[in-house]
């Protein structure tokens, strides 16, 4: 387990001791996530674009993977009075299915709106059903949570079925998991080493989050081959979980014309689950933020007595005056009901029932009520029957899982091989560092020592990054020959690298004797054996699910990458010393410091070479999330060698 080290300079000549710079904050899904505000109209495109392409590239969706037939399978339709229910098997991708049920109305004299409801956390998923007269019935309707039994019995049935009397088409669609999604038979477990929450699988950035977010996609493209559905009036409504993927969807996918994300868009907790959580996708930024993405489209959210109960006075002013800044003031709203716990209840719908009537033009008298209804039992509802039989044997479990894993490794492979790959990877790893080079104006330097050493000048002092807070410990040795030509030092060891006690070492020695400075960070945890973990409140225990690197890596960047931030630092440095006027830079990465200067190179603003010491280094060959030079994503854009490629542009 990771522990903060403190790294003295061993140099016994030295006086000045440095030591690390203060930790870093470590942020968790119980942090707080306010709103980043911007000025007007266009901040906004610029910083929608920032988010839109985080949520793609924490779902492993950037770039986008192919979109394989559907082979979609519509069978087994259940007459009611005034609407259908047809259950629905389509592939995602090759094998792996996804199942629901659509909702249709019987009488429609025009093109009806789509409605796609992920449905959330809830027991039985798709299957929900309390029972008739049962306890937990009769007491949402004693609380004022529902008026009729069917709306108690069943609240995800219910607001399918009022959808299709409104003459919408529902399709109603289950997570991995639940219902008749049996392929994978749980989607909250701890790491392993093959399949969904392995180290390889976090390198390609496959994860079950990724997964439910492709599935919503290929939902829609499903709902959108129904006969008769508006494709300029598609919606997505969701609660918990579904909610989370409400969010994501209409964030990703622009075909959404209205969203009424339920119960998750808040400043506080961010969502528990593998399936709401995911690397890079919360990193200076918050589920506001994402239920932002729907603007200029209609957002609308509602709060309970849950993480979401403050978003009243904490995200939805943000968003109001988000929405304002478009000139679209009255297309966000929210329906606060903070008496009732987390939920999709009757006041709830009520509220999404008019969200839609409103924004899709429905024409419905309002205010609208629901209207009792048969709660479909899981016989009407299931899609494996006889003639659809379930799927076994190599098509479930671990062996499905990989079979998933191997075909979103192949989706990698094929874009590896594109004209557009080296661009997109550039832009991955700028996401993933997260962090611009710095301006010369955000950079200090305060020197500490200064001391004449015969032939060169060893300065010893504290660079910082005044934006962001952050000091970086540096060495930097002055040839009296110094013809204006600087490396960049990197080592996970710092300073002592560059001496043999209080003399240079032969590496070193060689570029002062070339008359070439040498720039020596001590970076940021120099000495830890592994990387931080964050949320000690989240308790995970051995093989517990919230051991996946994900509820580290999805709110703080990686280890290499604060060290990026640090390099990033040193050569805006080094670039402006009037001093010591610097001609080239070259940025050297020694002993495993190898990929930290492959990184530095290729998202750097500034053209600089690399020489790195790669001895065999590969990040596919890592075996642990806590590795020092650990990062999600790595060998999905490309490893090593497509770094080196970015490097030497």
């Known amino acids: 387990m990771f522990s903060r080290l403190i790294f003295l300079f061993s140099l016994t000549t030295l006086p000045f001791a440095t030591a690390q710079s203060p930790e870093r904050p470590m942020r968790d899904l119980n942090g707080y996530f306010p709103f980043t505000p911007v000025a007007d109209a266009k901040g906004w495109e610029t910083r929608k674009a920032e988010i839109e392409q985080r949520v793609a590239l924490g779902s492993g969706l950037f770039p986008m993977p192919e979109k394989t037939p559907l082979q979609a399978k519509v069978h087994g339709r259940v007459e009611r009075e005034d609407y259908t229910i047809d259950r629905v098997i389509f592939e995602s991708l090759p094998g792996h299915f996804v199942t629901g049920n659509l909702y249709l109305p019987k009488k429609t004299n025009a093109k009806m709106p789509g409605i796609l409801c992920p449905h959330g956390h809830w027991p039985d998923g798709r299957f929900m059903d309390l029972g008739a007269g049962t306890k937990a019935t009769l007491q949402q309707i004693e609380t004022g949570a529902e008026k009729l039994e069917s709306g108690a019995r069943s609240p995800l049935q219910a607001r399918c079925v009022q959808l299709a009397r409104m003459g919408c088409a529902v399709f109603h669609y289950d997570m991995i998991g639940y219902a008749d999604s049996l392929q994978f038979p749980e989607h909250r477990h701890g790491a392993g080493a093959e399949g969904f929450l392995s180290v390889q699988a976090d390198l390609r950035l496959q994860t079950y989050f990724g997964l439910h977010t492709w599935n919503s996609l290929r939902a829609l493209d499903f709902l959108l081959t129904v006969e008769g559905v508006d494709a300029e009036r598609m919606g997505c409504t969701g609660a918990s979980g579904g909610g989370t993927q409400t969010m994501m969807l209409t964030g990703l996918d622009a075909r959404i014309k209205a969203a009424f994300p339920c119960v998750m868009v808040s400043t506080a907790m961010q969502g528990g689950c593998t399936c709401e959580n995911t690397h890079y996708l919360r990193i200076g930024q918050g589920n506001v933020d994402i239920a932002a993405l729907t603007a200029p489209r209609p957002l609308g959210i509602t709060a309970a007595d849950d993480w979401t109960k403050e978003v009243e006075n904490k995200g939805l002013p943000e968003l109001k005056d988000l929405y304002a800044k478009l000139d679209v003031p009255g297309k966000v709203s929210a329906h606060i009901a903070t008496q009732f716990p987390h939920n999709y209840n009757l006041p709830s719908r009520l509220a999404m029932y008019a969200f839609f009537n409103e924004h899709f033009q429905l024409g419905l008298t309002e205010p609208i009520h629901e209207r009792e209804f048969v709660v479909s039992s899981k016989d009407d509802l299931t899609v494996w029957t006889s003639d659809h039989p379930k799927p076994s044997g190599e098509k479930v479990g671990l062996a499905h899982e990989k079979a998933v894993c191997a075909w979103f490794t192949a989706q990698d492979e094929k874009a590896q091989k594109t004209e557009a790959h080296l661009e997109q990877a550039r832009q991955a790893w700028k996401i993933i560092v997260g962090r611009q080079q710095p301006t010369a104006s955000e950079v200090s330097y305060e020197v500490l020592i200064k001391e004449d050493r015969g032939d060169y000048l060893l300065i010893e002092g504290m660079a910082q990054n005044i934006t962001a807070d952050e000091k970086v410990p540096a060495t930097f040795l002055y040839p009296k020959n110094w013809k204006g030509e600087a490396v960049l030092w990197l080592s996970l060891v710092g300073s002592v690298s560059i ?63 604060r060290r990026v931030h640090d390099t990033l630092t040193m050569i805006t440095l080094m670039q402006n010393q009037p001093n010591y006027p610097v001609k080239n830079i070259e940025i050297r990465g020694m002993d495993s410091a190898a990929a930290l200067a492959l990184v530095t190179a290729a998202v750097s603003d500034s053209k600089i070479k690399v020489r790195a010491e790669l001895e065999g280094f590969r990040f596919a060959n890592l075996k642990s999330p806590w590795d020092v030079n650990f990062v999600p994503g790595a060998v999905k854009y490309g490893d090593v060698e497509t770094l080196l490629k970015l490097a030497n542009q």
């Open 499 to 561: 001496f043999d006690t209080t003399v240079p070492t032969p590496k070193a020695r060689e570029l002062l004797d070339q008359g070439i400075a040498i720039a020596c960070p001590t970076l940021y945890l120099t000495g830890a054996t592994e990387q931080p973990k964050a949320g000690d409140n989240l308790k995970a225990k051995p093989n517990e699910f919230r051991e996946f690197s994900g509820y580290t890596f999805g709110y703080n960047p990686t280890l290499l990458a």
